[in-house]
């Protein structure tokens, strides 16, 4: 982790300082830094929390805690929006920023309103730093499952879980393989495929000034920063995939321009948030895709803290796979 840390750059010295003085086990298997105003400052890791001292030490007590004060909170803004808060400011609106290497960074703090609507963030007391980890090689166990061998591509596919459980890391690998023509079974013998990656909030990519910061393969195309519905029609005009990736969708008119997709001829991966089956048919437009089958393979996520199920179900809701792997660090 060390030797990979830009994310901290965006830490106020004095906060980074203790967070890289922390254990390697820690820093290892960080998910999340939580950065609160007057309030114990909390990392998050391994499926377990726990705080930091003012020296860089573990604790389980809060009170012993450091608190970040209004400084820390006003330098953190700054250097996260790289001294622009107008630059970001559509970012701010939804109350998040990904910074460079896809790291996302969610915020609290007062609302502004605008005829009904949020306008966008003042006062922001609480911040939320998500850590994006690229793990080459998870989607391995899957991948096999996803493939088309009658059309010599992959199946529709929806991967589901509940948030920080690996949608995205899985996601990311997955593109990675079939941009790379890297199926994982002997059976599949034909070459890469044109990947369009439509990365809405640039966690898939990580892009810094619309280059990939992790490996999406050698035949992925990426839209940084684009609406999903209309990211998935601006590729299928300009870049021709064959196989469209989007992550966390379930707007209407992102199912309707999913159909658009389907209705070209092109295979979609999807990730969306869920723990279940009958949660998911609960969802307007999403129920209606469920209903019909147009997924052929649903991929399920699942993390406790000693380990990580995937289970992967045909469009007839039948059991293809399930497959537990020891180890509950975030994939």
Excluded at 162 to 188: F, Y
Excluded at 215 to 224: I, M, Q, T
Excluded at 247 to 261: I, K, W
């Amino acid at each position: 982790m060390k030797r990979n840390a830009n994310w901290s750059l965006i830490l106020p010295p004095e906060v980074r300082a203790m967070i890289m003085s922390l254990p390697e086990r820690v820093l290892a298997e960080l998910e999340e830094v939580r950065v609160r105003e007057d309030r114990p400052l909390e990392v998050i890791f391994g499926g377990s929390y726990g705080f930091v001292t003012s020296e860089g030490k573990l604790t389980d007590l809060s009170s012993g805690a450091y608190k970040p004060n209004k400084e820390d909170c006003h330098r953190l803004l700054d250097l996260m929006t790289n001294h622009s808060l107008y630059t970001m400011e559509e970012q701010l609106r939804r109350g998040f920023v990904t910074v460079a290497g896809g790291h996302r960074v969610g915020m609290s703090g007062r609302t502004v309103l605008s005829q009904g609507k949020v306008s966008h963030l003042r006062d922001i007391a609480g911040f939320n730093i998500r850590i994006a980890r690229e793990v080459k090689g998870v989607g391995k166990p899957i991948l096999p499952y996803l493939l088309d061998f009658g059309q010599k591509g992959v199946h529709h596919t929806l991967i589901v879980s509940p948030p920080q459980h690996g949608k995205t890391t899985l996601l990311r690998d997955l593109v990675r393989m079939i941009s790379s023509g890297e199926w994982c079974h002997t059976d599949a013998t034909w070459k890469a495929m044109k990947v369009g990656v439509v990365d809405e909030r640039s966690e898939i990519a990580g892009c810094i000034k619309g280059v990939p910061s992790f490996d999406l393969g050698v035949r992925s195309d990426v839209l940084d920063g684009c609406p999903k519905a209309e990211g998935m029609m601006m590729l299928i005009r300009s870049m021709s995939p064959e196989v469209l990736v989007v992550d966390e969708f379930g707007r209407m008119e992102d199912v309707l321009a999913m159909r658009e997709a389907i209705h070209a001829g092109v295979s979609v991966i999807a990730t969306a948030h869920g723990q279940a089956l009958d949660e998911l048919v609960r969802r307007p437009g999403l129920s209606e895709l469920l209903t019909e089958g147009v997924f052929r393979r649903i991929v399920f996520l699942q993390r406790t803290k000693k380990q990580m199920m995937f289970r992967v179900f045909d469009e007839k809701k039948r059991a293809m796979l399930i497959d537990t792997v020891r180890g509950g660090a975030r994939v």
